[in-house]
């Protein structure tokens, strides 16, 4: 259980890093799908990549600090429900939706299986 936990905080925090840095570093399709299609400014795009950064980098120090685990990953599930009702709101199918919704399954389940292992 530990190695499958260990792994997923890996993944989630490499991924969230690439997410996140395409947020902060203005990539044209992402101001483009929070300006245009979500009716978002630049500025939320910019603050969520920010989050979606800072969570990356407390995963990923959570191999060696395990207290940080629990608390970024929860705020990625929050991030990722956020995602969702964005998609919904701008009338996107569920093909869209389906990528945010196993971010958020997947975040849970690294959020439980960590507090699991120190139990």
């Avoid at 890996?10 to 009716?39: C, H, N, R, W």
């Avoid at 990923?60 to 608390?71: E, Y």
Wanted: charged content about 15%; glycine content about 10%.
């Amino acid at each position: 259980m530990s190695w499958t936990v260990r792994i997923l905080q890996f993944l989630i925090g490499v991924g969230f890093l690439l997410f996140g840095f395409m947020k902060v570093s203005g990539d044209p399709t992402q101001v483009e799908a929070f300006a245009e299609i979500y009716g978002y400014g630049t500025g939320f795009m910019y603050a969520v990549g920010a989050i979606e950064v800072l969570a990356a980098v407390g995963l990923l120090l959570g191999f060696w600090k395990k207290k940080l685990v629990p608390v970024f990953s929860s705020v990625l599930v929050v991030v990722m429900a956020g995602a969702i009702l964005t998609h919904i709101r701008a009338d996107q199918g569920f093909d869209v939706i389906v990528i945010p919704l196993v971010l958020l399954v997947l975040c849970m389940l690294l959020f439980l299986g960590h507090r699991k292992m120190r139990n």
